[in-house]
């Protein structure tokens, strides 16, 4: 999702702190330097695998990375700008949950709740907690994919939240480890369900599936309207996100130059719907950046514009936020995950380098 974020200023972190001078382009070879984070969290317990970022309006420098500890007793956990664990905000005991997203400003009652939503693979439900409390606001859990009795059909893995910015509704776009080849994604209305909790209608399912690996990344442009999505091994598929659009595929790209599975996708916005999609290339520790906006007047044309090696170990899921916190992170902050139990934030200028650019520190007034 486009969210907006930024780290508070400090640098407790197994990395230095120094800010490396070269950055990988899309043509640079192998020996091109590796762009190092400027913290590194607290490690999980088991096997972190996505991060999502919460930016508190009140007060920027507390805002929260919520990231996802998958393992069939694993958890949410969740750091502050440091990459300390808060361990009161923590929700352990969940059955491994796989990847998280949030989203502002969900109708419950006469309230408007920012939400993390979790995907809990092993229940065959979504886990919806209030933000920033981490409470549980679900009922036990949504439950998804109902009726579907595929090997794997239900096994959750990826979501991301869409905001209709005219109709302010909020749907959870999901994933599983396996599905038909048409309507591999399950898309979700969440509203209030009068109990002062959420409940979730099926609304959609859209999506086409390769059938070569699986489809674990998603993410939706909440300005722009669209949802872009990793078939592993193939390349990313873009669709509508308002369901008033239609399900036809609008674009299939980075389909060359990866080493094996596409992965985490996360979206970087610039200004006037400009800005950059980036994608990991999972066993190569590398992340290809492509065009927003498309190209050549296309809105569906999306090139790779460059290509960056970080110090992650296998990245599967990652999330970026366009907003200045503080001296360190004028102009935003990208979290990836690695597998040493750790997430890595990184500040946007290293891995924009000279090549791309930054959002203006004066568009950072408002938050939609």
Same mark, same amino acid.
């Given at each position: 999702m486009v969210r907006l974020v930024l780290l508070f200023l400090a640098a407790s972190s197994l990395f230095s702190c120094s800010r490396p001078s070269q950055i990988q382009t899309a043509e640079a070879t192998a020996d091109t330097l590796v762009v190092t984070p400027v913290i590194v969290t607290d490690t999980v317990q088991f096997d972190t695998d996505d991060p999502a970022i919460w930016l508190n309006p009140? /007060?920027?420098?507390?805002?929260? %990375?919520? *990231?996802t500890d998958k393992d069939e007793e694993g958890a949410l956990y969740v750091f502050d700008l440091n990459?300390?664990? %808060?361990?009161?905000?923590?929700v352990r005991g969940l059955?491994?949950?796989n990847n998280v997203d949030i989203e502002y400003g969900l109708t419950i009652g006469d309230q408007l709740v920012d939400v993390a939503v979790t995907t809990e693979r092993m229940t065959h439900q979504l886990r919806v907690f209030s933000l920033p409390d981490m409470q549980p606001i679900d009922n036990g859990g949504l439950p998804v994919f109902e009726g579907e009795t595929g090997n794997g059909f239900? #096994?959750?893995?990826?979501?991301?939240?869409?905001?209709?910015?005219?109709?302010k509704k909020i749907y959870a776009v999901v994933g599983r480890k396996s599905g038909p080849t048409d309507?591999?994604?399950?898309?979700?209305?969440?509203? /209030?369900? *009068?109990?002062?909790?959420?409940?979730?209608?099926?609304?959609?399912k859209f999506g086409q599936y390769s059938g070569t690996k699986e489809i674990e990344s998603i993410a939706v442009d909440d300005e722009l309207g669209f949802v872009y999505y990793s078939d592993e091994g193939v390349g990313v598929r873009k669709y509508y996100a308002d369901t008033e659009k239609g399900?036809?595929?609008?674009?299939?790209?980075?389909?060359?130059?990866?080493?094996? #599975?596409h992965e985490g996708i996360s979206i970087y916005p610039v200004d006037q719907g400009t800005g950059y999609i980036l994608v990991s290339d999972q066993q190569s520790n590398r992340f290809h950046i492509f065009s927003r906006e498309g190209s050549n007047g296309d809105p569906n044309q999306h090139v790779l514009l460059k290509?960056?090696?970080? $110090?992650?170990?296998?990245? /599967?899921?990652?999330?970026?936020?366009?907003?200045?916190?503080?001296?360190?992170?004028?102009?935003?902050?990208f979290v990836a995950m690695s597998t040493n139990k750790t997430f890595q934030?990184?500040?946007?200028? /290293? %891995?924009?380098? $000279?090549?791309?650019?930054k959002k203006s520190l004066e568009l950072h007034a408002k938050l939609k």
């Open positions: 009140a /007060d920027r420098s507390k805002s929260l %990375i919520i *990231g990459g300390k664990v %808060i361990e009161d905000k923590v059955k491994r949950p239900r #096994d959750l893995m990826g979501i991301s939240l869409y905001k209709n910015p005219d109709t309507g591999y994604l399950w898309q979700y209305l969440l509203e /209030d369900d *009068g109990k002062k909790g959420v409940k979730a209608t099926l609304v959609r399900n036809e595929q609008l674009a299939l790209f980075g389909t060359k130059g990866f080493t094996q #599975d290509t960056v090696h970080l $110090s992650t170990q296998e990245s /599967d899921g990652s999330e970026v936020i366009a907003a200045p916190l503080n001296d360190m992170f004028q102009h935003g902050l934030y990184y500040r946007w200028e /290293d %891995i924009a380098g $000279s090549d791309l650019k």
